[in-house]
């Protein structure tokens, strides 16, 4: 079974300018997951989608941060414009239908690790 | 609000020994308990989780925890280590009220040789 794909794995960029993040998840999984790493820290959730709803986008900085997931399969993360302090690691994460099972365990892809200068 | 604490950042163990990952966690109602593990440059493997029933829970790659709800610990353990195992080990809790996964800072696990 494929895992969660993300890409790209690394990303330079300088501040100011746009960047984005794509994700394909598991095959079948309902519910996507953005995840924001920082050095040292443990992952904290950006935003949770069932399908193509963003049913938690609370800790989502709106004023910079957008996301989608159009067809209820891939995602995509933008961030315009970044700044320094956005350098960190971005994850995406899968599990089955939410609902059902909302103790399900999470898929985590590897992750876009962003630099910005 | 819900919260899980690793205290100690780094836990060295010399390979064949027994180790233990401290967790504990803060939760209002029952609690929803994840071990995960992330190597270099790769993203979070689960290894294990407490729903319910059995204190002693067993996952992958010989790891156990036992979930304490007197002690609210969830503490990782395996019987014998190995050099592999050496990565960083995150405790999360599920938030009943958010259902949002709560990571812990993350423990180093270094076993030498």
């Known amino acids: 079974e494929a895992g969660v794909v993300q890409s790209p794995r690394y990303k330079i960029i300088e501040k100011k300018q746009p960047v984005a993040f794509w994700c394909n998840p598991i095959?079948?999984?309902?519910?996507l997951y953005w995840y924001l790493q920082n050095l040292g820290q443990g992952p904290e959730l950006l935003i949770r989608y069932e399908n193509e709803e963003a049913v938690d986008d609370s800790q989502l900085p709106k004023d910079r941060f957008s996301a989608e997931r159009l067809k209820g399969v891939d995602s995509t993360l933008k961030i315009q414009p970044a700044e320094l302090g956005d350098s960190a690691v971005y994850l995406c994460?899968?599990?089955?239908?939410?609902?059902?099972?909302?103790?399900?365990?999470?898929?985590f892809g590897p992750g876009t690790r962003l630099t910005v200068l | 609000a819900q919260s899980v604490a690793q205290p100690e950042d780094q836990v060295n163990v010399a390979e064949g020994n027994p180790l233990t990952v401290k967790c504990t966690y803060s939760?209002?109602?029952?609690?929803?308990l994840f071990w995960y593990v992330q190597y270099p440059n790769r993203g979070l493997q689960f290894l294990l989780k407490?729903?319910?029933?059995?204190?002693l829970v067993k996952g992958s790659y010989g790891f156990e925890a036992e979930f304490n709800k007197s002690q609210t610990s969830f503490h990782l353990k395996k019987p014998s280590a190995l050099v592999s195992d050496s990565a960083l080990y995150f405790c999360a809790v599920r938030d009943g009220n958010t259902d949002k996964l709560i990571f812990g800072t993350g423990t180093r696990l270094q076993v030498f040789p």
């Open positions: 407490y729903i319910t029933g059995d204190n």
């Open positions: 939760v209002s109602g029952n609690p929803y």
């Open positions: 994460a899968s599990s089955p239908s939410y609902g059902q099972g909302a103790y399900n365990e999470q898929f």
């Open positions: 095959s079948g999984h309902n519910t």
